[in-house]
Each structure stands twice: as structure tokens, then as C-alpha cells.
């Protein structure tokens, strides 16, 4: 059974800077593309970037050049980089992972395993 669980959030002010991992157990991390999403208060849980099983990248139009998704497969651990912290980057973030091959996927129905999340509030 494959088992995600993120951590790093936290309270940051606006303009900062957070790192957030997904530690993998259960299965080789080589094994799966890896997301992350985000769910604010009231809002649907939404794509925010993705890591293929060769590190190829995605990322929504609201993180890009912000946020960075990285992996080590040694360490079962997959990263996500956020600089530059917004107010409207508030939510919960979520890891996500399926052992489809090719580019990461940004539909959250094509993910498999799901973290319980980790809360990252932005104050202004």
C-alpha cells in the first residue's frame, strides 16, 4: 500500500518562501508521477504542479516561475519549492501520485494515491 505524507507548511508572510515534502512509502517513488494540488476554503482542489518519472515538469499559470517541483528517488521524496508567496497562495496542499508514464497529469482524477495535506498560510 502506497502511502504519502506531506509536511512543511506553515504560517510565511507574503514575499517568502516555503518548502513543502512528500515523503513516499510502500513503492519506489521511481515508480510514479507525482503532483501537487491545492484546496482554499470554498474552492475546488485545483492542479498546481506536477513531476513526471523523469523529473519533466508542469506547472499552473499561477505558480510558474514561483514554484518548483523536484524529486530524489533515492530518498522516496518528492519537493515543492514555492517562492515569492502570495496572500491567494493560501490553502491546502496536497501530493499526489499514479504510476502512469508520460508527463504529469493536471486532472486530480488521474491521481491514485493522495497525502492527507499540509496547511500553508500566506498573511499580507
Known amino acids: 500500500q502506497v502511502q504519502l505524507v506531506e509536511s512543511g507548511g506553515g504560517l510565511v508572510q507574503a514575499g517568502g518562501s516555503l518548502r513543502l515534502s512528500c515523503a513516499v512509502s510502500?513503492?519506489?517513488?521511481?515508480?510514479?508521477?507525482m503532483g501537487w494540488f491545492r484546496q482554499a476554503p470554498g474552492k475546488e482542489r485545483e492542479f498546481v504542479a506536477g513531476?513526471?518519472?523523469?523529473?519533466?515538469?508542469n506547472y499552473a499559470d499561477s505558480v510558474k516561475g514561483r514554484f518548483t517541483a523536484s524529486r530524489d528517488n533515492a530518498r522516496n521524496t518528492v519537493y515543492l519549492r514555492m517562492n515569492s508567496l502570495m496572500p491567494e497562495d493560501t490553502a491546502v496542499y496536497y501530493c499526489?501520485?499514479?504510476?502512469?508514464?508520460?508527463?504529469?497529469?493536471?486532472?486530480?482524477?488521474?491521481?491514485?494515491?493522495w497525502g492527507r495535506g499540509t496547511q500553508v498560510t500566506v498573511s499580507s
Open positions: 499526489a501520485g499514479d504510476s502512469r508514464y508520460g508527463l504529469p497529469m493536471t486532472r486530480r482524477t488521474a491521481y491514485t494515491y
Open positions: 510502500g513503492d519506489p517513488l521511481s515508480d510514479y508521477i
Open positions: 513531476i513526471s518519472r523523469v523529473s519533466d515538469t
